[in-house]
């Protein structure tokens, strides 16, 4: 199972850190990822992060902007969000192995 939380709304310019956390398997042997729905478009790859962490992976609509970060003792993946945009408004999902959480909300606007 994967939960994510954190989302909400924030002005352009702010940030958001979200957290997912999993349960059920053996988080420390997957690589996770964070994707992203916007109103009305498809879901699209966000970043990923190697097992060990060591590695990251981003889009480029976020790239410099966004960081990936795990902690396998507690078996949380998160997504920090800087400099925020408004076409960063979408639902964001966790991944792993075919497993998704339910989302959650970021919404950007003043």
């Known amino acids: 199972q994967l939960v994510e939380s954190g989302g909400g709304l924030v002005q352009p310019g702010g940030s958001l850190r979200l957290s997912c956390t999993a349960s059920?398997?053996?988080?420390?042997?997957?690589?996770m990822n964070w994707h992203r729905q916007p109103p009305g478009k498809g879901r699209e790859w966000v970043a990923t992060?190697?097992?060990?962490?060591?590695?990251?992976d981003y889009a480029d609509s976020v790239k410099g902007r966004f960081t990936i970060s795990r902690d396998n003792r507690e078996n949380t993946v998160y997504l920090e969000m800087n400099n925020l945009e408004v076409d960063d408004t979408a639902v964001y999902y966790c991944?792993?192995?075919?497993?998704w959480g339910q989302g959650t909300q970021v919404t950007v606007s003043s």
């Open positions: 059920g398997f053996r988080f420390s042997n997957y690589a």
């Open positions: 992060i190697t097992a060990d962490g060591r590695n990251t």
């Open positions: 991944a792993a192995s075919g497993l």
